[in-house]
Structure formats: C-alpha cells, structure tokens
C-alpha cells in the first residue's frame, strides 16, 4: 500500500525543501534556535533588530544543508524523474483517491502507460475498467477483507 503514496510523499518532502530554504515556518526549531541565541547575545536590541539577527542566523543554517537539498533534487526528483512518474501512476490504484485521479481519462491512460510491466492491451483494459472501478470505490467503498 506504501507504493500508493511514495509520490505524494516525495512531492511533499520537496514542498518542504522549498518553504526551509525561504527559512520561514520550514525551520521552526532552527528559528526558535536563532531567537534564543539572539535574545541571550543581544538583550539590549529593539525587537526590529532581533528579528534582522533571527533571520540571519536561520539563513545561515539553511546554507549549511543546502547541498543536502540540491542532491536530494538531482538524484531524486530529477535523476529519478521515470520512477516519480511510474510513482505517479500508482496512486491510480488507490481506491481512496480514484475519483479525483481518474476524473481525465486520456491522463489515467498516460500514466498507466508509464508503468513497465503492462503493455498497451492491459492498459487497453485497465481504461475500459475504470468508470466501474470508480463507481465501485466511490459509491460501495472497497471491502479489503479476504474469504477464507
């Protein structure tokens, strides 16, 4: 079931490379790390110039991880790309979310043919079998439980 969100999790773990390197609510204990510091050097400052010094301090630190991001960026969003994309696919499989995957069918079809094991036949199928798969995952939900 993991394979189902390996995307999105992904997708997200770049969302927030991004917000860090904007050094803002991305780096809470780095900034509540800088406040601290500065309040204990700097007692005497106006609150303006803490800020200025927070904000300092935090940047600084972002600099320091930002090679960990850029090779987290080459290797795996862009090194990765094929894979992000078979990723991509695999959430079609996830009942939970189908309805709001599957809506585009020309782009269920495009995803699924990203996916190496199925050739054109069983994407061919897969298509035909969508707007049941929706139905059944929308309207009945989908019983996980095996007959034994």
Do not use: C, W
Request: charged fraction near 25%; avoid cysteine.
């Amino acid at each position: 079931m993991l394979i189902f969100r390996v995307y999105d999790i992904i997708m997200e773990l770049q969302q927030h490379v991004a917000v860090v390197r904007q050094g803002g609510a991305g780096a809470p204990n780095t900034r509540a790390v800088a406040r601290a510091i500065v309040q204990q050097e700097f007692p005497h400052l106006l609150a303006a110039a803490k800020i200025l010094r927070e904000d300092a301090l935090v940047l600084e630190q972002v600099a320091k991880v930002e090679r960990s991001f850029v090779y987290f960026e080459d290797t795996i969003i862009t090194g990765m790309d094929i894979n992000l994309a078979i990723y991509k696919a695999f959430r079609l499989f996830d009942p939970a979310r189908i309805d709001t995957l599957g809506a585009d069918i020309a782009e269920v079809e495009t995803q699924l043919k990203l996916i190496p094991f199925f050739d054109d036949n069983e994407v061919a199928a897969l298509v035909a079998e969508l707007p049941a798969y929706r139905a059944l995952a929308i309207g009945e939900g989908v019983d996980d439980t095996v007959d034994r």
